[in-house]
């Protein structure tokens, strides 16, 4: 008998528009936002030195997801390495610095059409439009969505947080039309000889692009 695969599932709690105030990541409403807990790709346990979650608000304009981890060291980017000048972008950011990632999109398990964005510890983003629905994947690193990102970090809680504001526009819909999207939550931690590799879903490979491994993230509201 074959064996249904069950996915995890994340609350994406809504919040009125303009309700996270002047600092998004320091508001009181990420306390009733249920944390998930990223795990090594494969579904093991992280050790306390890189423990990482992850949680998710969003509005009529916005989809907010904010990443609290840990950490032992931090790798960053070089100084001067450049920032597309267009965009902001900092190209090839994974492999220059620790990152987290957020891969989302609707119905993106089975049309596994879907938005990638980074964040690295100082700020420096990068945002990818992806289709994987035919035999090779395609990657648009042109593509921009408008994403605000914020980060920083905290030295003496050995922690480090990143804001992601998402507009809906990049995804060409919002959870007014669709209430269940999938996605998945990343971090690389560390130079990329001997990373942490680490999921909230996990995808049993080092190997992030793959949307079939994609949880639910549920949008709660009216």
Same mark, same amino acid.
């Given at each position: 008998m074959e064996k249904t695969q069950v996915f995890k599932a994340l609350s994406c709690m809504r919040v009125r528009e303009g309700g996270l105030? /002047? !600092? &998004? %990541?320091? =508001?009181?409403?990420?306390?009733?936002?249920?944390? %998930? +807990?990223? /795990?090594? *790709?494969?579904? =093991?346990? @992280?050790? %306390?030195?890189? +423990?990482? =979650?992850?949680?998710? @608000?969003?509005?009529? +304009?916005? @989809? *907010?997801? @904010?990443?609290?981890?840990? *950490? !032992? +060291?931090?790798?960053?980017? &070089?100084?001067?390495?450049?920032?597309?000048?267009a965009t902001g972008k900092t190209p090839l950011l994974w492999q220059l610095s620790d990152v987290f990632e957020v891969f989302a999109g609707p119905r993106a398990r089975d049309l596994r059409i879907y938005r990638e964005f980074q964040a690295s510890p100082d700020g420096r983003f990068i945002d990818v439009a992806l289709d994987a629905s035919g035999e090779r994947r395609i990657a648009d690193f042109s593509w921009h969505s408008g994403v605000q990102v914020h980060s920083s970090v905290h030295g003496e809680e050995s922690l480090w947080e990143s804001l992601f504001i998402i507009p809906w526009e990049a995804f060409s819909s919002s959870p007014l039309k669709e209430r269940r999207w999938q996605g998945n939550f990343y971090r690389v931690s560390g130079c990329p000889e001997n990373a942490a590799y680490c999921a909230w879903s996990s995808v049993g490979k080092i190997d992030f692009h793959q949307p079939g491994f994609f949880g639910d993230l549920l949008f709660d509201g009216d």
């Open positions: 105030g /002047s !600092e &998004p %990541a320091r =508001s009181g409403l990420w306390a009733g936002a249920p944390p %998930a +807990e990223l /795990s090594y *790709y494969d579904g =093991s346990t @992280l050790p %306390a030195g890189i +423990e990482t =979650s992850v949680r998710c @608000l969003w509005d009529t +304009e916005f @989809l *907010y997801v @904010l990443f609290r981890g840990m *950490y !032992e +060291e931090l790798r960053l980017a &070089p100084p001067g390495t450049p920032r597309d000048p």
